[in-house]
């Protein structure tokens, strides 16, 4: 059993172009990622509890005691930087899970951005330098930058499904294709493309339906068939 502690921003106060908020957008990659984690029995996955500090992080971190703890992030800086990079204790140690996982991960990553990419680099942040995990933090791109953010927005499943790789290449756990979880993927991705689904879950709650429920089985169906036509 390896177990993660996965851990999206807090920051709700980082925004950018487009109505984007760190806070919310890493929510809802986690939220792709634990959908797909659950494939996984043989890894346990504790998730930050939303609003928390960092110091809440970091102690709930380190009680659970995980193999690796993975913060996600967006970037800011001025405005023109462009393009990912990941943070850990130490790139030059290369027997750390730490490391290794940042090496696979910003393989994968960098292939997707449509830029040059920043590398890995040491990290001093506290959620990589002070939590007693081996610790891996990416800065996915510059959500201050109008064009990285558009493009994080529009492959936040993308980004999950490559970060769920890059945990299963590290662990050598088999990848189970699960066609619910691309179904998934594929329906939220072209919702967000075409703007037809909110990225504040605020949205959903306020306009559910309360007390009814729906066949589980007709729903899956539905996702599936749905997901064929927007191939």
Known sequence: MKKLYLSPSSQENNLGPGNYNEEVVMNLIADAMMSELKAYPEILVMRNKRG?????????SDAFKPDLHFALHSNASSGKARGCEIYCRDPSDLSSPGTQFSMILYRRISAMTPTGDRGIKVGTMAE????????????????????DALWITNHISEIAHESVLSLL???QIPYTNNGMNTALYKINQALVKNKLAPLDEKYWLANAATGKTCNGEY??????RVSKIIG
């Open 128 to 147: 990589v330098k002070t939590v007693h995990a081996y610790a891996t933090l990416m800065e996915v791109a510059f959500h201050d930058n109008s064009d």
């Open 169 to 171: 290449d590290l662990w």
């Open 52 to 60: 928390n500090s960092y110091a809440g992080h970091i102690a709930e």
């Open 219 to 224: 729903v899956k169906a539905l996702i599936l």
